[in-house]
T-cell receptor
Framework: KAGVTQTPRYLIKTRGQQVTLSCSPISGHRSVSWYQQTPGQGLQFLFEYFSETQRNKGNFPGRFSGRQFSNSRSEMNVSTLELGDSALYLC?????????????FGQGTRLTVV | AQKVTQAQTEISVVEKEDVTLDCVYETRDTTYYLFWYKQPPSGELVFLIRRNSFDEQNEISGRYSWNFQKSTSSFNFTITASQVVDSAVYFCALSEAGAQKLVFGQGTRLTINP
């Protein structure tokens, strides 16, 4: 069974640009969540999508957005990049049921903003 | 508000020693879920265990064991006879019923020296 796949693995962008990250969940998983990991703030929840709908949202500015497609693949977009957006972005997939089954994470996309 | 505290930032032990990683959580919900994840240098978060708030039984899996105590809001993780391959950052996380969102502690960096 294939795991969670995130692309690309590494990105270097310039301040002011925008970026799109992609996540393919485990087959059969309908929930995809995104997390930002930085040395200062640790792991922080961005948002969760389930059946193409944003179901939960963290405390991030509107520059951070996402979407989910009918095949459960998800993308997140960051517009008007700032230096502070440099981070490891992790995607997690789960069944998304009320039983809160475990989330499986991808290897992440390391974004560097210069 | 939910909060997870891992007071130990870094732990360093010699191989074959036992080591316990502490996790204390805060939540107002009576139904919640606790998790432990391991993050090796590759960056991917590896799921270790999930526990719901109604199940206070301790669990043992090989050299790993977990002690869940609701009375002290703690969910500690012990590695017995540690090995160099156990070196990683370990995260404790909490999710509340109705929200597919993990709140992570700051992580404990565990180094096992040969």
């Amino acid at each position: 069974k294939a795991g969670v796949t995130q692309t690309p693995r590494y990105l270097i962008k310039t301040r002011g640009q925008q970026v799109t990250l992609s996540c393919s969940p485990i087959s059969g998983h309908r929930s995809v969540s995104w997390y930002q990991q930085t040395p200062g703030q640790g792991l922080q929840f961005l948002f969760e999508y389930f059946s193409e709908t944003q179901r939960n949202k963290g405390n991030f500015p509107g520059r951070f957005s996402g979407r989910q497609f009918s095949n459960s693949r998800s993308e997140m977009n960051v517009s008007t990049l700032e230096l502070g957006d440099s981070a490891l972005y992790l995607c997690a997939s789960s069944l998304g049921t009320v039983l809160h089954t475990e989330a499986f994470f991808g290897q992440g996309t390391r974004l560097t903003v210069v | 508000a939910q909060k997870v505290t891992q007071a130990q930032t870094e732990i360093s032990v010699v191989e074959k020693e036992d080591v316990t990683l502490d996790c204390v959580y805060e939540t107002r919900d009576t139904t919640y879920y606790l998790f432990w994840y391991k993050q090796p240098p590759s960056g991917e978060l590896v799921f270790l265990i999930r526990r719901n708030s109604f199940d206070e039984q301790n669990e043992i899996s090989g050299r790993y064991s977990w002690n869940f105590q609701k009375s002290t809001s703690s969910f500690n993780f012990t590695i017995t006879a540690s090995q160099v391959v156990d070196s990683a950052v370990y995260f404790c996380a909490l999710s509340e019923a109705g929200a597919q969102k993990l709140v992570f502690g700051q992580g404990t960096r565990l180094t096992i020296n040969p």
